[in-house]
């Protein structure tokens, strides 16, 4: 039986909040913002799940920024690819899984520009098999369909099971639950209060990678 992992992008494979702070820290210095307007955005950002427009509609109006909002979203998805980071041995640990016979794709909410930009810049297109990006191809996670385009392109089927592996209780962890997928969460703080129920938490996609790696057992081919 085939093996397949399907891994979410931003703060899981990539550290989407270190990149955007970044970002913040070179926005307010091109606008003469102080470090209390980087805060300001950082919060704003809501870990990327502000729809976009609408962060930059708020920066617009708190900072009294000129220019149209597509045009500041715009500059936005040019500028973060190249800010976003893949640590090695993230990019190790997935070589490892495919030598070891997985199939690994990327499954991501987002505009394609900026998410394929991540993916590229990263090195990431170079160690999975296969992505899958709602803004390419119409359709968000947690609906099956992304996760189904990811698998196929992977060479490989929901059918057959696998595990979803992300740091969403609802995108990845429920969404992985809803195909019938093994889950593990990458708890990184952000949902306090959530009760996700995935198989699996960790703090960090390399001990995801890890768990993959020793061999456990699938626990819901276990259960059946």
Not at 134 to 143: C, M, T
Not at 160 to 175: E, L, S, T
Not at 202 to 223: F, N, Q
Request: proline share 4%.
């Amino acid at each position: 039986m085939t093996r397949l992992a399907l891994f979410d992008l931003d703060n899981t494979l990539v550290d989407h909040d270190e990149a955007f702070r970044r970002w913040a820290e070179e926005f307010a210095d091109d606008h003469g913002l102080d470090a209390e307007a980087v805060e300001r955005l950082v919060a704003l950002n809501g870990h990327g799940y502000l729809p976009r427009e609408a962060l930059f509609a708020q920066v617009k109006e708190d900072f009294g920024i000129d220019g149209q909002v597509e045009d500041l979203y715009a500059a936005y998805r040019r500028r973060m690819p190249r800010l976003a980071r893949c640590p090695q041995q993230v990019r190790d640990g997935l070589t490892r899984l495919r030598t070891a016979g997985w199939r690994v794709a990327i499954v991501t909410n987002g505009r394609a520009d900026n998410q394929l930009g991540k993916i590229r810049s990263t090195g990431l297109d170079e160690v999975v098999d296969a992505w899958a990006v709602s803004g390419a191809e119409g359709v968000r996670k947690p609906e099956r369909g992304l996760f189904e385009i990811a698998a196929t392109r992977a060479g490989a089927s929901l059918g057959a099971g696998g595990w979803v592996i992300g740091d969403h209780p609802v995108m990845d962890v429920a969404g992985g639950r809803a195909i019938g997928f093994a889950t593990i969460w990458i708890d990184r703080g952000t949902w306090a209060g959530q009760e996700p129920a995935p198989d699996h938490t960790v703090t960090d996609v390399t001990e995801a990678i890890g768990i993959l790696l020793s061999g456990v057992e699938h626990p819901i081919a276990e259960r059946r």
